[in-house]
């Protein structure tokens, strides 16, 4: 294996070198009320689309939420609809399941209209 | 620019108010707006600190409105102008006793609560004011005004969401709103004085008030805050170049390089 | 099994296929993908603070909301990548409490002081232009999350290289005071900037994994020269001079040769003796502290709210 040590942007590994200021004072990580909850945006870019998944933010209800959607991920009009669903209530499927959940539509080609081979002759369909 | 046109000291009847007006509007909105972006990259969470700063964004935009307009009623007025004005001449050109801003907008953030005050009370009065405007018979003030009625309507809304969340939020919380009051309640009444530009303005001050004063009620109420009562006596002075000596540091920091460098294109 | 589970991964990073937070990974890939989402995080939450304090100086209204605009883009960036690292199982609060007690690194170009307007240009131009560079290929990288986020970043990223060039350019057909102030801002941000590609690709042992895993696809050197080979040729439209007496177009490379990097100098700023990193770190934790009693409140009352009224959860409006 080539031995290589990689720095990225903004990334200088783990080295101990520490900075200047005083390394050992920590601020309580949250505070006493703890994180502000995650939640996921969804937005929809116009009308007639669905909406997507834009990303996630934090906020303390779903009406903050909202509107700190609208301030993070709609400020280059990316959006004239927003849903917000905290993270938590997402029910989501098993990657483990990934092979018993979608590979049993491998081989049924026959619910592709390309699977069908019709004479030229036959137009608009 | 012919600078004695927007002296505070105007005298001759009403010559000149259209242009006094428009730069008062434009003063307040740069001024807010400069005083939100101090916010930016120092915000209490990320997502706020995007908001507050999007709050900038929006009355720096709508100073830049006020000042080209009244920058183009300056040079159609000055028969022979020597240097033309533009919106940065006038921004950052004039020193502390032409600026036409209310003393409200240049008090300090302080600290969130003050800075979230601060923006729930100018919002408002932004708002009531932006609705008289929108049908006022200067079709500039007026399609300026209705643009800027979107953003100050979601202004309002942010704010007033934040100032009951302070004060119905936690003892600290509440604590810090009594104190923001306490320091801004004495600048509100300003807003509701005509200055004499305003006079000629077609603008129902009385109603402005009531507007003004039913929101705050109501957003107060959900806060558990008590509004003070009615004080005879406010600071006012800044709508004519009376103002505390915030705005004079305010414009050092903001006019420094036009003033080190004239005459440069930035 | 574990070993199975290891080839079907890498398996997949071979054939390109995106890895998505609950897939199966080896836990020494989530740790680096942590550290460096979140060093990048962090990256864009520091970079805010030496452009933001020319927020209040902009020389015109202009200029002023394009900064604004500009550092909130910034914040921005730097909330969907602490989203893309949270979905591999850390919290924004405890990267954040990494990078106040200087657990976690950010890029150190950002403990430089900005001393003149010029400099917001350079940076914009430089700083970012070798950023840009860095982020693209990680629109590729094989984390979904991670690709996901520097898409949007990347999208939003080109407007800021653009307006540094302009501003520049502004300076350089200026007065002769503006000229110098931009040659000025060149001499200082040149050499961070090409450190910014990090260490030569040969400097420090240490393994390949990254390569393998598909988390970064170029190296050091091979970027490094791609920016200077691109800023050599911009610097012409400027009139100014890069300041570096080795700079030379190198014909049988068909690359521009440049000087020695001074990577002492390197390694001590990383390490926490740059002009700014104290006055940096010190920024970020003032502004957690001080806004602690505002998370605080909005948690007090929303809980507040919750259970008066559990059924609406504060929301709005129904979809």
Redesign the interface.
Known sequence: MILLRKFYYGDYGESKLGSSSDNETSSSPSGAGGE?PLWEVFIRSKQGLDHKHAGS????DA??AI??AR??YT?RMEGVSIWVVESKHIHASNPDDAGALYDPANDKAYRHPTFYNLPDAVKHM | MNVSNIKNSQVSPSEGFREAFTLHLADNA?IMG?RN??W????????????I??I??DL??Q??NF?QYAAQLFNQSTNQPINLAT??SL??LRDVRDFKNCLLVEQPNA??AQSILKQFFFSTYQYYLYQQLQNNKDEQLKAIAAKALKEVTYHV??SS?WV???G???E??KK?SLKALDELWMFTGELFEPAFYETTMNIDFVLLKEGWTKKIRSVFEEATIDIPVENKWHQTGGKIGDHTEHLGF?LA??Q???RA?P???? | METNQETIFQDKVDHEIKIEPKDWMPEKYRQTLIRQISQHAHSE?VG??PE?NW???????????IL??K??DE??H??YL?SAAETLGISRDEMYDQLHTGKAKYSSIFNYPTLT?ADIGAIGWLVDGAAILNQIPLCRTSFGPYARAMVRVCKEESFHQRQGFELLL?LS???D??KQMCQDAINRWWWPSIMMFGPNDDASPHTAQSMKWKIKRFTNDELRQKFIDMIAEQVKVLNMRLPDADLKWNEERKHYDFGKINWEEFWQVVGGNGPCNKQRLD?RK??WA?????????T???E?KASLNPSKGGTSETV
């Open positions: 502000w933010l934090h906020a303390v009406a903050m509107e700190n301030d993070v400020r | 740069l400069h972006s101090e930016c990259g120092h915000g209490p969470i990320l997502e706020q600190d995007i908001a700063s999007n900038a964004l720096i935009g100073s830049r000042y919106e940065d921004a950052y600290d969130w809304r942010w969401e009951i969340r302070l119905d939020g936690t600290e919380s810090r305010i920091e903001m420094f390089l036009q460098y005459n440069s294109e930035w | 939450i805010m603070l933001g927020i209040t100086r902009a020389p015109s209204l202009r200029r002023k909301a604004i605009a550092v909130q914040a921005g730097g909330l602490y307007w502004t057909q200026g007065t005071a503006q920024a003032k502004a001080d806004g602690a009693w505002v998370r605080e409140a909005a007090a009352y929303a507040k």
